[in-house]
Structures are given as structure tokens and as C-alpha cells.
């Protein structure tokens, strides 16, 4: 997973002193950013302190002192939520099993209300598939047995397929934009659920399987997913571009609902093939329906 520290060396790496206005005067220096001493004076904290704190030796972070540093750190406000998580880490206990995820009674039935018309897919906080209609199944992932999301063992996984699966990966033509919002959401996933030891084991299969997960996963970059574009070179119905957008679920707020819409013409048409072919017309399509409660 990733520490307090870590994170906060990787936003300090990437600040230089010219964008906050700091002087150098010429001097050779032997770190890409700021360095520790002038962060914290910059936030106004003990240089001391803040270098405990980015070793993880200082048990506390006020709210203040860690606003300060997203102050100077031009941390946007995912950003800096990420930060606070992160220094709420010290008190809790190691990682444990996580309990099993099941789609909320309402989010199938909004998913059914949507029909089939409308590509969805129902994610958990992993990116696991929960749900999906046949039109979502067959626009991400027609490759995969429909009925996969019934059996949590079997479930695909959305960042698991988009790195180790090269059917998935050689779908999309902004692979490496998606990739990188994927990397960006699991780090502030992690962040929320520092204890959850399926995420750990997720990232860490990622990390050591995949060099560009790896890669991108250094970079330290967070960010939320909730809207975008993605291009498909479609196996089925050939070049598809579509806008996502993200539902978060009162009920359920780790799981989202996303949804496809078509950017232009000729992919309203192509979801409209996919739609026929997938028999999205037909009775009971949400996969998990019979198991709703």
C-alpha cells in the first residue's frame, strides 16, 4: 500500500522551488523538488518535525499542519483528501480480510430501470465487477463469461484485466489515459481502505506482473474516477467511442455505477448492434437478479 511519507515525498519531488517563487540563487541542488527543510518552512511547521513526519516517526498530524503542506504542495482536493487518509493510518490496526461485496438491492434495481439500451456496469471498490447488463457485458467484456459476476470468486476485475489481459488492453485506443485513471483511483482507494487485503494483494499482483502498472503506480498520482471518454476498437462492432460517468450509491458508497453513453452517431449505431447481438431485449438481464435480497 503506501505510507504518509511516501506520498508526501512524491508530491514534495514535485513541486520546484521556481513554481512557488523560492530563490535559489544559482545553487547546485541534489533533489528534483523541494527540499525538506524548505517545505517546512514554507508550511510553517519545525523542519525536524516534518522530517519525522515523512520518515513516519511522528505518531500525529493536526488537520492544520496537513493543509498547510497541501497548501504548498498545490495538492488539488482529491489530493489532499488522499493526504488526510493517509495520516489516519498511524492508529489502525494491519491489514485483515475484507467482507464480501454484495450489489445493494437498489443499485440492481437501478441498473434494471436503465434497461438495456444504456451499457452499465456495477464496480466495487476494486474495481470487481458486481453487476452488469448485457449490453455493458458485451461493450467491456464479451470475451468473459456473462454470468461471471455471480460467483464472487469469478468476478473480473476491471484493473486486473485492463493490465494482464491483452484482449482487454489491445480493445482500447486510450489505453495508457485509462490506465493511468485506474492507477490514480486504486491509490485512493488504498488511501480509504489502508486494511483491506484483497486491495493490497490487487496492487501488489499488478505491481509485480505489470511494468507499466508498476511504472505508473511509482508516479504517486491520485485522483477520483467519475467522468471520461473511451475509444474501443470494438472485436464485434469495430471502432466505438463512448462517454463514462460515474453514480456513487448513498446506500453502497464503495460501489459505482458506470455508465456509456455515445459520443457521435456511428457509436450510437455500433451500441445498437451490440444491443441485438447480445439479446439485451430479453427478460431477466441483470446478472445477479435472482440473487437479490
Not at 41 to 54: D, F, I, M, N, W
Not at 236 to 257: C, N
Request: hydrophobic letters at 35%.
Amino acid at each position: 500500500m503506501e505510507s504518509l511519507g511516501t506520498f508526501l515525498k512524491s508530491r514534495r519531488d514535485r513541486v520546484t522551488p521556481a513554481e512557488i517563487g523560492l530563490l535559489t540563487y544559482g545553487t547546485s541542488r541534489r533533489v528534483p523538488g523541494l527540499r525538506r527543510e524548505e517545505l517546512a518552512q514554507l508550511a510553517g511547521v519545525s523542519a525536524g518535525y516534518y522530517t519525522r513526519l515523512e520518515q513516519g516517526q511522528a505518531e500525529t498530524a493536526s488537520e492544520q499542519v496537513l493543509d498547510a503542506l497541501a497548501r504548498v504542495l498545490r495538492l488539488d482536493q482529491v489530493e489532499t483528501v488522499h493526504l488526510h487518509n493517509l495520516a489516519r493510518q498511524s492508529v489502525k490496526p494491519g491489514l485483515g480480510e475484507p467482507p464480501r461485496e454484495e450489489p445493494h438491492a437498489r443499485v440492481l434495481t437501478l441498473l434494471e430501470s436503465l434497461g438495456e439500451a444504456t451499457p452499465a456496469v456495477v464496480l466495487g471498490r476494486r474495481g470487481d465487477v458486481l453487476a452488469w447488463n448485457r449490453t455493458g457485458h458485451a461493450l467491456v467484456a464479451e470475451h468473459i463469461p456473462y454470468e461471471a459476476p455471480r460467483n464472487p470468486a469469478e468476478r473480473p476485475s476491471i484493473p486486473r484485466m485492463f493490465f494482464l489481459d491483452p484482449h482487454t488492453r489491445g480493445m482500447y485506443r486510450n489505453w495508457p489515459d485509462l490506465a493511468k485513471v485506474h492507477v490514480a483511483y486504486l491509490r485512493l482507494t488504498a488511501g480509504r481502505y489502508p486494511t483491506d487485503a484483497r486491495l493490497a494483494g490487487l496492487i501488489g499482483e499488478l505491481t509485480m506482473n505489470s511494468p507499466d502498472f508498476g511504472a505508473m503506480w511509482a508516479t504517486g498520482d491520485v485522483s477520483d474516477c467519475t467522468t471520461g471518454a473511451m475509444h474501443l476498437q470494438h472485436p464485434t462492432v469495430g471502432a466505438v467511442s463512448v462517454d463514462y460517468q460515474v453514480w456513487l450509491q448513498p446506500d453502497s458508497p464503495d460501489h459505482r455505477v458506470e455508465i456509456y453513453t455515445p459520443n457521435d452517431a456511428t457509436s450510437a449505431d455500433a451500441l445498437r448492434v451490440l444491443n441485438q447481438q447480445s439479446g439485451g431485449d430479453e427478460p431477466e438481464s441483470v446478472t445477479v437478479r435472482a440473487e437479490r435480497h
